[in-house]
């Protein structure tokens, strides 16, 4: 039976994957917890709002904070992974008052190198120009997961490929122009003053270990938990240690 006092659990998706990437994790964590998995804008099933605006992470943020109003619920507990992690940190920034603590999986607080900000830049250029299809779930799958995932888990290699091959183009050219321009977070973590659980796949070669340790040191008395055999998503090649990751430490604090 769920336990009704504590504050619900919403669940950012990675880049460039929907919310399709927690179904593994959603339902048990269900049973405990409500869950919430939002589409990001421009990705999934969620429409690419038409703007003006130079792509960035606080109109994502935005989107969250209006969906929390649209479910009335003034406080829950804020998680993601990859880019949902820089997604949550970029609410936490928008409206500390709306995160009751925050549960980072495979995600950094720094910001793009010059070359990671121009590899972002270079997808957007190749998405708009050729779209998703033949290319982009190539050119992530070897960083996304591990290796050990890759050669002995077609199942999650399928469903990983799948849930990229399927995304709007315009929805890919957004986000990765967005990611480029996010700030450093470190200095917002560590005057957060929330309860954090950092999760972090021991093999993750994109957000490795030393990444989550920084965000551990940022924030007083995060939960650091690492898991093995895992890459960079977790909810995919791990799903029951993020579960348990996520309902142990969940804690009384976050009651109502």
């Known amino acids: 039976m769920a336990r009704m006092t504590e504050l619900p659990l919403v669940l950012l998706h990675a880049f460039p ?8 994790v959603r339902e048990p964590l269900a049973s405990h917890l409500r869950v919430i998995t939002p589409d990001q804008r421009g990705l999934g099933r969620s429409p690419l709002p038409e703007s003006d605006r130079e792509p960035s992470l606080e109109d994502a943020a935005r989107d969250v904070l209006a969906l929390l109003d649209r479910l009335e ?12 992690g820089y997604l949550a940190m970029a609410v936490l920034r928008l409206a500390p008052e709306r995160v009751g603590g925050l549960v980072l999986i495979d995600t950094k607080a720094t910001p793009d190198t010059p070359e990671a900000a121009q590899s972002r830049l270079d997808v957007a250029k ?8 033949g ?4 050119a992530n799958l070897p960083n996304l997961l591990a290796d050990s995932t890759r050669e002995e888990r077609p199942d999650v290699v399928g469903n990983v490929r799948e849930i ?7 929805g890919i050219s957004w986000t990765a122009l967005a990611l480029r321009t996010r700030p450093d977070s470190l200095d917002l973590l560590r005057e957060s003053g929330v309860p954090a659980l950092v ?5 993750d070669p994109i957000t490795p270990l030393a990444a989550a340790n920084e965000m551990v040191e940022a924030l007083d008395g995060a939960t650091l938990v690492v898991l ?22 969940y804690p009384a604090t976050h009651e109502k």
């Open 17 to 24: 994957l929907d919310a399709r990437m927690w179904n593994a």
């Open 73 to 84: 619920l003034d406080r829950v507990v804020l998680g993601g992974c990859s880019m949902g």
């Open 126 to 133: 190749r998405v708009d120009d050729e779209g998703v299809h």
């Open 135 to 138: 290319w982009l779930a190539d």
């Open 164 to 170: 990229i091959e399927s995304q709007p183009p315009a």
């Open 199 to 203: 999760v972090v796949g021991e093999e």
């Open 228 to 249: 093995p055999g895992a890459g960079h998503l977790t909810p995919l090649e791990d799903p029951a240690g993020v579960v348990e990751a996520i309902l142990s430490w």
